[in-house]
Each structure stands twice: as C-alpha cells, then as structure tokens.
Nanobody, 124 residues
Framework: QVQPVESGGGLVQAGGSLRLSCAASGRTFSSVAMGWFRQAPGKEREFVAAINWHGTDTFYTDSVKGRFAISRDNAQNTVYLQMISLKAEDTAVYYC?????????????????WGQGTQVTVSS
C-alpha cells in the first residue's frame, strides 16, 4: 500500500487555478492506480478523478470534466491535480488515495490508503 501526503491547497478566487500534489511513499506506487476525492462541509466524500498506473488513462466525475486534469510522475512518486476555472462549489478538503483495482471506474468505491487531505477554498 502507498501512504499519500497531499499539498498545494489554499484560498483562491472563483475562476482561478490551483495545482494539488500527492506525494506517496511505498514501493508499489508506480504499479497502482491513484485517485483524488473531495469532501465539502456537511457532505459526503465524493470521487473527483483517477489515473492508471502508467498515466495513460484517466477518469473524471462529470462536474470537473474540462476543468481538472489528473497526472502523475512515477519517478517522483507523485500524483497531481491541476484545477482551473475554479468555482465556489469546488471548496472542499481534497484527498488522495490508492485505487484498489486497475479499472478506474471502480475507484470511487474501492479506494484505500487515504492521505490527510488539503483544504481548497474558492471565494466567489
């Protein structure tokens, strides 16, 4: 299992951008799919995006398509989430996690090894 540590959150105005990073320890990082999730105040944690082990396939929830981009650098054991055109409804704590299965569409319900999260606040 990998041990993720998220960073890069902050306060940004609506329409702005941020890039989140997830540095993951563990020798299996380069062989597992990884995902980003978020949890807004008073809401359940929701899936945002996932990427396969090689970085050649991605999967997004509909609300972030065209605005968010997930990528990875296996040499640096890091997964990124580039976010543009941010909206107030993107405000949440963002978490990185390992997808237990290679099939990315399964990541929303099979993620494990959660990080501590990084806060993203979008002011309107």
């Amino acid at each position: 299992q990998v041990q993720p540590v998220e960073s890069g959150g902050g306060l940004v105005q609506a329409g702005g951008s941020l890039r989140l990073s997830c540095a993951a320890s563990g020798r299996t990082f380069s062989s597992v799919a990884m995902g980003w999730f978020r949890q807004a105040p008073g809401k359940e944690r929701e899936f945002v995006a996932a990427i396969n082990w090689h970085g050649t396939d991605t999967f997004y929830t509909d609300s972030v398509k065209g605005r968010f981009a997930i990528s990875r650098d296996n040499a640096q054991n890091t997964v990124y989430l580039q976010m543009i055109s941010l909206k107030a409804e993107d405000t949440a704590v963002y978490y990185c996690a390992q997808c237990r299965l290679a099939m990315l569409t399964a990541c929303p319900t099979t993620a494990a090894s959660w990080g501590q999260g990084t806060q993203v606040t979008v002011s309107s």
